[in-house]
């Protein structure tokens, strides 16, 4: 049960090595010794015949190899730099901010947060910048992976300090206006992701609002008026969200289109499962069955509560692009809600 070495890094250049102990954290070659004499770390320590010591990671446990030029080194950009921003800043105004999705180079996203400086006649726009991308952006589908674990990367550590961020601009402003992000794709995982990591309070000053969302921002997450917006034909959001709850706000959707209520669509589903999964007359078992259903479905819908499907403006089965028309009137609306000063 105790960490091992991962890793070793040795400066080809000569100097000391430092070791990787578990998955991140890097310590000296002296502190590592004392670890392992003192039943912190599991390794195996070789004394060497010139009186120097030789660590080594247990048998069966593989360490791994790191290679890298000096260049490479101190690489993590400072925060200033992952930020873009436009417009000008205007007393009173709202504090807007943007995350991009995945596989979303530079220029698209300068040009959304200019879309949103533009429909608020030029007011200030503040952008985190989401550009890694690898082969194949498999930079980006490692990064979301570890996010949907609720491991926070590098951009949403990022996210944390832009969100707090924007609430110091916010403060310096005598109005005190509120912070309203625009999250698209995966820049919705990030925004969740950068929730845990703000206080109560924090949380409930920002305005969430998520478009082809990888996550949705429940209920009490954020501000009470932040919202998840999916377009109908927009597939990312049914297999990244999870629980289904793309999928159910849709059935939720539609069934309101026929004219039901949440209540009646919770029955339909409750029906449907009896059928599909339930294989027994017993009404005593039918019965138990139904309630435990119901009760799933009430606490499911609670969930997906801010949310609401587009199927306006429609242009087809792959609608995933914060450049839809759907997406684009929704952030048209919800500048002008916000800018008028009686909404807020």
């Excluded at 999705?101 to 040009?111: D, L, R």
């Excluded at 008026?225 to 999870?242: A, C, K, L, M, Q």
């Excluded at 289904?244 to 919770?266: M, T």
């Amino acid at each position: 049960a105790l960490p091992k070495i991962t890793a070793r890094y040795h400066p080809s250049g000569g100097g000391a090595d430092f070791y990787v102990v578990g998955f991140e954290e890097l310590i000296s070659k002296d502190e590592t010794i004392h670890r392992v004499e003192t039943h912190r770390l599991d390794a195996v320590m070789v004394h060497k015949s010139d009186g120097g010591v030789y660590l080594r990671s247990r048998p069966g446990h593989r360490l791994d190899s790191i290679r890298f030029v000096n260049h490479e080194l101190n690489e993590q950009p400072d925060f200033k730099d992952v930020m873009r921003d436009t417009g000008k800043q205007i007393r009173g105004q709202c504090i807007w901010g943007y995350i991009n999705g995945i596989n979303n180079p530079p220029e698209e996203a300068k040009a959304v947060i200019q879309v949103i400086s533009t429909l608020t006649k030029g007011e200030h726009v503040w952008s985190l910048a989401n550009d890694k991308k690898w082969f194949l952006s498999l930079g980006n589908v490692g990064d979301v992976c570890f996010q949907k674990l609720d491991l926070s990367t590098e951009v949403a550590k990022f996210a944390v300090l832009f969100f707090r961020f924007l609430f110091e601009v916010s403060d310096n402003d005598p109005s005190h206006p509120p912070v309203i992000i625009f999250a698209h794709s995966q820049g919705a995982i990030i925004s969740s992701v950068a929730l845990r990591s703000l206080t109560q309070q924090e949380r409930q000053r920002i305005r969430i609002f998520t478009f082809g969302g990888g996550s949705f921002i429940f209920p009490d997450e954020a501000h009470p008026e932040s919202h998840n917006y999916i377009s109908i034909g927009d597939f990312v959001p049914r297999f990244v969200v999870g629980g289904d709850l793309a999928l159910l706000a849709i059935r939720r959707f539609e069934g309101n289109k026929r004219g039901l209520s949440d209540n009646q669509i919770i029955e339909d589903l409750v029906d449907e499962d009896i059928e599909n999964n339930l294989a027994t007359t017993d009404h005593r078992a039918i019965s138990a069955y139904r309630e435990s259903r119901r009760n799933h479905y009430k606490s499911e819908f609670r969930k997906i509560s801010n949310t609401t499907v587009l199927d306006d403006e429609r242009q087809g089965m792959w609608e995933h692009s914060i450049s839809n028309p759907c997406y684009q009137k929704k952030i048209a609306e919800l500048t002008d809600r916000y800018r008028d000063k009686k909404t807020l």
